[in-house]
């Protein structure tokens, strides 16, 4: 990434390279600078403490259930399906 | 989580193949044995999410819903054909965005990927890039209030309110626990835009999620 060609991360820049650093999508030396970035800097590493909370809240809302007329309608559509295969 | 792991090497195929061990491969054989309660089980399992992912293309709910019906015929008459290079589930939702996308296209969606989003209001850094108003902290409350059953909706509407092309891939992603891979069969994305959109929507839900619990001050 050109903006890590500085040594030295800043927040700013950290803040952006979060989702790579996820991903596993950062060079070895770039994910190495973020790295170092984050031992010294306590609002980065906060940072990205609520950017894998927010994922794991986000991964936690549930699909709401069919209800019962829907059921039956998509059997319905099973056996329409059925029917033309015949 | 992939955190830290080193970087993957080589470029990927475009279409890989996936499904070594599909987890719907128990209802497919039984869907092709004619087994209407296979069906309805598949039905369970995505027809919410296809609701959701469809929404974010098309103007209406209802037209959701007819996109996702359409889905559903779609999918019984092409088992046949399936081939299982892909898991079914990510066959079906590309089914899905392909109609959908068909009926949102009077919908100008070109949204640029390179246009700039920072992940954080530019005012709350220095001028030497250094945070001046550091994120607050909010994960226990958030934790508190999740549990408790009061944030998951607060949630849903947040997801509502990103750019549709954000909140496909969280919603693949971060819900329905798709990989990059998959997300970019499904909506014909990239690495690299899959990501810069994963990037931003996440880092606007973190925002809100800040938002929600910063102190009235």
């Known amino acids: 990434m050109k903006l890590l060609r500085r040594r030295d991360l ?4 950290a803040v952006e390279l979060v989702t790579d650093y996820l991903e596993g999508s950062l060079s070895r030396s770039a994910r190495r600078r973020f790295e170092a970035h984050l031992a010294g800097c306590p609002h980065c590493t906060e940072y990205l403490a609520q950017m894998r909370e927010t994922i794991s809240l986000t991964g936690r809302l549930e699909p709401e259930d069919l209800t019962p007329q829907m059921r039956d309608e998509f059997t319905d559509l099973y056996r329409r399906w059925r029917s033309e295969q015949q | 989580m992939r955190a830290g792991r080193g970087p993957r090497s080589g470029p990927r195929p475009a279409r890989p193949i996936l499904s070594v061990m599909d987890p719907d491969g128990e209802l497919l054989h039984r869907l092709r ?3 209407e309660r296979a069906f309805v089980s598949l039905v369970e399992r995505y027809h919410e999410p296809m609701l959701r992912l ?4 098309v103007p209406s709910r209802a037209v959701a819903e007819e996109v996702v019906q359409d889905t559903w015929l779609a999918a019984l008459r092409g088992l046949e054909a399936f081939e299982g290079r892909s898991s079914l589930k990510t066959w079906l939702f590309r089914i899905l965005v392909n109609r959908a996308r068909t009926t949102g296209s009077k919908e100008q969606r070109s949204v640029p990927v390179a246009d700039p989003e920072p992940a954080v209001d530019p005012t709350r850094f220095g001028g030497d890039g250094g945070w001046s108003d550091p994120p607050e902290h909010w994960i226990e409350a958030a934790e508190r209030r999740m549990e408790a059953g009061k944030l998951a909706d607060r949630v849903r509407a947040w997801l509502g309110e990103l750019p549709a092309r954000q909140r496909e891939v969280v919603l693949l992603r971060d819900i329905e626990g798709m990989s990059s891979e998959e997300v970019c069969t499904v909506l014909a994305l990239t690495e690299g835009n ?3 959109l994963l990037h931003r929507g996440r880092s606007r839900l973190r925002q809100l ?6 102190e009235v001050r």
């Open chain 1, 10 to 13: 800043v927040c700013q820049q």
């Open chain 2, 194 to 196: 899959q990501r810069v």
């Open chain 2, 209 to 214: 999620f800040e938002d929600e619990f910063r």
């Open chain 2, 54 to 57: 469809a929404a974010s293309f």
């Open chain 2, 33 to 35: 044995s004619g087994d």
